[in-house]
């Protein structure tokens, strides 16, 4: 069983200010972690995904994630925040099953704003 | 450079109509999945297919139907529109992976239809 918890539905931040995006895991086997965005009318776009080859992902725009199992945590950051980065954010946990399919639960999803 | 499209990208149905979602990725992936988007509950995935001739049933899949003919095209089928179903609907792929990696593929996903049903 797997499941994903993304702390936080809303969070706003200041543009130029730090973006730290929540994100819990629970997987009953090593996971797959990724990273995805939506923009307002487009379908999710892969920011970063977690290989198990480095602890810290770095992803598109800037963005990184950092794979902490002892907490099973999977948190996006971003050093400095754009207006351009107003979105929504998913984080979703993949494991395989058998056969080779993909089994990914995706959490609810963070809107982030960007105050200017 | 295409990748997965959706059509249409907006519809409005009436109760106890029907209608096709069409999706169709030029990728050549293997896995392909329908999903459901509705505000505050995430994604939750309605049918899967793992290849063509092969799906089976996700977490939601109660009122919709759907074949894979080909490895290009999988298309959801709504037979009788309830109000339950208004929703975005996105169509997503991914590949298979390879080696010791398998699964650990990102999917791609299309731009959604929204679907109303009145």
């Known amino acids: 069983a797997q499941s994903v918890t993304q702390l936080g539905s809303h969070v706003s931040v200041s543009e130029g200010a730090l973006v730290l995006l929540r994100c819990n895991y629970s997987?009953?086997?090593?996971?797959?972690l990724f990273w995805y965005v939506q923009y307002p009318n487009q379908g999710l776009q892969l920011l970063l995904k977690?290989?198990?080859?480095?602890?810290l992902v770095k992803g598109i725009n800037g963005f990184e994630a950092e794979f902490k199992k002892s907490e099973t945590s999977f948190h996006l950051t971003k050093p400095s925040a754009h207006m351009s980065d107003a979105a929504e954010y998913f984080c979703a946990v993949g494991a395989r099953r058998s056969g080779g399919y993909q089994k990914v639960t995706f959490g609810i999803g963070t809107k982030l704003q960007v105050i200017p | 450079n295409a990748g997965v499209t959706q059509t249409p990208k907006f519809r409005i149905l009436k109760i106890g109509q029907s209608m096709t979602l069409q999706c169709a990725q030029d990728?050549?992936?293997?896995?392909m999945y329908w999903y459901r988007q509705d505000p505050g509950m995430g994604l939750k995935l309605i049918y899967y297919?793992?290849?063509?001739?092969?799906?089976d049933k996700g977490e939601v899949p109660n009122g919709y139907n759907v074949s894979r003919s080909t490895t290009e095209d999988f298309p959801l089928r709504l037979e009788l529109a309830a109000p339950s179903q208004t929703s975005v609907y996105f169509c997503?792929?991914?590949?298979?992976?390879?080696?010791?990696?398998?699964?650990?593929?990102?999917?791609?996903f299309g731009d959604g239809t929204r679907l109303s049903i009145l």
């Open positions: 997503a792929s991914s590949s298979p992976g390879q080696g010791g990696r398998k699964g650990n593929q990102p999917q791609h």
């Open positions: 297919s793992v290849g063509a001739g092969i799906t």
């Open positions: 990728m050549n992936h293997n896995y």
């Open positions: 997987s009953s086997v090593p996971p797959y």
């Open positions: 977690y290989t198990s080859a480095a602890t």
